[in-house]
């Protein structure tokens, strides 16, 4: 019998992770770089061409100008890096406060375990435009606050996912074996469980980043995101959607480059899922 395929060559054989890896490098590399190709900045008005263009060649106008003549390819890769930024941020944090919390009601439970996910569901019960709506009346209107409030949320999925598979590994047999060796609580968390829960938490980031994205969008769409002179998917959508019947691309090029990013981290969490998962498909 051949030796069992390693994550790395059962990812490797993954078609749809391989493609989904390479649009994402892709469209992170426009993003970096792209803005820096167009001789237009993201907030300029082209008062030497015609307003409310169609994509041209013409005065580097790739996706157009929308209907104040500001160009739409700067305009999408400026606010592509924002939703992106937001997304990875929050994501980090999801990841710092879920993976600790998880990891710290599933391994000891009982009546800990209990106060902790109590807390959880309350937080769950709170309404999220509510939470938005206060944090902007309190703080005003700043793109930090978005990290604040999605990252006030967004942690509790991670939690637990994270709460599940530890009471899950707690009870194996190499658990067992580190407790008779005397190892602390501290010690089997940080060398047994949290390495182990590495592929769960690794399927659960890929997962989380488009719904981040998704809720960036979101609150910019309603105009609670991020404000002008800053742009984001979001923002150029609610842009794009008013002006829809004068300049279509203006919502197409930002709308379509998030549904391509949102799709290619949504088929990447889906590869990993059964590249770690040893019964599933490679």
Same mark, same amino acid.
């Given at each position: 019998?051949?030796?069992?395929?390693?994550?790395?060559? !059962?990812?490797v054989?993954? *078609?749809?992770?391989?493609?989904?890896?390479?649009?994402?490098?892709?469209?992170?590399?426009?993003?970096?770089?792209?803005?820096?190709?167009s001789? @237009?900045?993201?907030? +300029?008005i082209?008062?030497?061409?015609?307003?409310?263009?169609?994509?041209?060649?013409?005065?580097? @106008?790739?996706?157009?100008?929308?209907?104040?003549?500001?160009?739409? $390819? #700067?305009r999408?890769?400026? =606010?592509? *890096?924002? %939703?992106?930024? #937001?997304?990875?941020?929050?994501?980090?944090? +999801?990841?710092?406060?879920?993976v600790?919390?998880?990891?710290?009601?599933?391994?000891?439970?009982?009546?800990?375990?209990?106060?902790?996910?109590?807390?959880?569901?309350?937080?769950?019960?709170?309404?999220?435009? $509510?939470? /938005?709506?206060?944090?902007m009346?309190?703080?005003? *209107?700043?793109?930090?606050?978005?990290?604040?409030?999605?990252?006030?949320?967004?942690?509790?999925?991670?939690?637990?996912?994270?709460?599940?598979?530890?009471?899950?590994l707690? %009870?194996?047999?190499?658990? !067992?074996?580190? !407790?008779?060796?005397?190892?602390?609580? =501290?010690?089997?968390?940080?060398?047994?469980?949290?390495?182990n829960?590495?592929? /769960? /938490?690794?399927?659960?980031?890929?997962?989380?980043?488009?719904?981040?994205?998704?809720?960036? %969008?979101?609150? +910019? $769409?309603?105009?609670?995101?991020?404000?002008?002179?800053?742009?984001?998917?979001?923002?150029?959508?609610?842009?794009?959607? *008013?002006?829809?019947?004068?300049?279509?691309?203006?919502?197409?090029?930002?709308?379509?480059?998030?549904?391509?990013?949102?799709?290619?981290?949504?088929?990447?969490?889906?590869?990993l899922?059964? #590249?770690?998962?040893?019964?599933?498909?490679?």
């Amino acid at each position: 019998m051949s030796p069992p395929l390693t994550g790395w060559q !059962r990812l490797v054989q993954h *078609r749809a992770a391989l493609c989904a890896l390479g649009l994402l490098t892709l469209i992170v590399l426009a993003l970096l770089i792209g803005p820096a190709l167009s001789p @237009h900045a993201v907030d +300029s008005i082209d008062f030497d061409g015609d307003w409310a263009t169609g994509p041209s060649a013409v005065n580097a @106008h790739w996706f157009g100008t929308d209907s104040l003549g500001r160009d739409v $390819f #700067v305009r999408t890769l400026e =606010g592509g *890096r924002i %939703s992106v930024a #937001v997304a990875f941020a929050a994501t980090l944090v +999801s990841l710092l406060i879920g993976v600790s919390y998880g990891a710290i009601a599933g391994y000891f439970g009982g009546a800990l375990d209990a106060a902790m996910m109590r807390a959880v569901d309350i937080l769950y019960a709170l309404p999220f435009l $509510f939470l /938005v709506i206060l944090l902007m009346v309190l703080f005003g *209107r700043d793109l930090v606050l978005v990290f604040v409030a999605i990252g006030a949320i967004n942690w509790l999925d991670m939690a637990r996912v994270v709460r599940a598979q530890t009471m899950a590994l707690k %009870s194996q047999e190499f658990v !067992r074996a580190a !407790r008779t060796h005397g190892l602390s609580d =501290g010690a089997i968390l940080w060398r047994h469980i949290l390495p182990n829960l590495l592929g /769960v /938490v690794m399927v659960t980031v890929t997962l989380t980043i488009p719904q981040v994205i998704l809720t960036e %969008s979101f609150l +910019s $769409f309603l105009g609670l995101g991020v404000q002008e002179p800053a742009t984001s998917w979001g923002t150029l959508i609610n842009e794009g959607a *008013r002006e829809m019947e004068a300049t279509p691309w203006a919502l197409l090029f930002p709308a379509g480059c998030m549904a391509l990013t949102l799709l290619c981290f949504n088929l990447l969490g889906d590869a990993l899922r059964d #590249v770690l998962d040893p019964k599933g498909p490679p």
